[in-house]
């Protein structure tokens, strides 16, 4: 028996052939869309007789599962699901899977190289120096700092793991574990108030839910000092762009590095044009370890759900 398996994300197997003869040996044959260009109807048709489903950031709505009435799988290219449609793919009894701990090391390097580059302006000094300037640009060390972690699941560990090199004092805000399974990361266990007083340093590694949804608003980033810095590696959706906007123009607080955005791309984003901000296009997942562990592991929750019923980690 052979399984069609739609895969909707350009960089599952980009970087190794090993995903694709997971698939072919769990006997699955992959229909690659382009994931950029496909419209919404153009995507049903492609996953009306599919059995499994591969996608990465592409919205997954409610139309799209309710009309692929064999689709048994979705698994996500990474981690978070706020994109998938969970409650309709649970009344239609399709599996979503997705691949925690796959990125962690990509995204929490590119969290400390965020830090270390807003910290030291190093994209504008580099700017700068194309441009035949030379001349002193000061910045702040992230030696010795204290790092306000939100969110501290795999990512989060990662990162405080990275920054103890730093010298940093990492303080913890995580609603789902205890003081001690914190303290046992290397953390230090606090509330999201005492986070946001004192640290020079707030790196988000949340997901996305409606509760957290706006979590850094204006009321937060008013309590954050004037010298302190926000990091966003984890969902846009999480910060209230404009408020944040507001906060860097008035250096309000000193700056931010931003990963990710609430629209993506943004075009015309008012806070890439800011100097106290760096940014990149949501590449924390995209080392080639990273990539290559996600497909493998993508490819074995669709292989194993399609033969057994059970994905690897299953989300629903």
Not at 71 to 93: F, P, S, W
Not at 120 to 135: F, T, Y
Not at 175 to 199: C, M, R, W
Request: proline share 4%; with cysteine.
């Amino acid at each position: 028996m052979s399984y069609k398996v739609v895969v909707a994300t350009r960089s599952f197997g980009s970087t190794s052939q090993k995903p694709w003869d997971v698939l072919a040996e769990g006997h699955c044959e992959p229909v690659t869309v382009d994931i950029a260009t496909i419209a919404d109807q153009e995507l049903i048709n492609v996953l009306g007789d599919a059995d499994g489903f591969i996608v990465g950031r592409r919205n997954v709505t409610s139309d799209i599962i309710a009309a692929c009435s064999k689709l048994k799988v979705i698994c996500m290219h990474g981690m978070g699901v706020d994109h998938i449609d969970l409650e309709t793919a649970k009344k239609k009894r399709v599996i979503v899977a997705n691949c925690p701990g796959a990125n962690s090391n990509s995204v929490a390097d590119l969290t400390l190289g965020l830090m270390l580059a807003v910290a030291r302006q190093i994209p504008h000094v580099n700017q700068a120096l194309q441009h035949g300037k030379w001349g002193h640009f000061s910045g702040v060390e992230i030696w010795g700092k204290t790092l306000g972690l939100v969110g501290f699941g795999a990512v989060g560990q990662a990162v405080a793991k990275r920054a103890a090199g730093f010298n940093m004092i990492i303080l913890v805000y995580d609603p789902f574990l205890t003081t001690t399974e914190v303290e046992n990361a290397g953390g230090l266990s606090a509330h999201l108030e005492q986070i946001l007083k004192d640290a020079d340093f707030v790196s988000l590694h949340a997901p996305l839910t409606e509760a957290n949804r706006n979590l850094i608003d204006r009321e937060a980033l008013r309590k954050m000092k004037p010298s302190a810095y926000l990091i966003n590696t984890a969902r846009g959706e999480l910060v209230d762009e404009q408020a944040l906007f507001n906060a860097l123009k008035e250096n309000e607080i000193a700056g931010a590095a931003l990963d990710v955005f609430c629209k993506e791309p943004p075009i015309g984003n008012p806070l890439l044009e800011l100097p106290n901000v760096v940014a990149t296009p949501h590449i924390g997942a995209h080392s080639q370890e990273a990539i290559t562990k996600m497909s493998v592991l993508a490819a074995r929750n669709i292989v194993q759900a399609l033969q057994t019923g059970e994905p690897i980690h299953r989300v629903i």
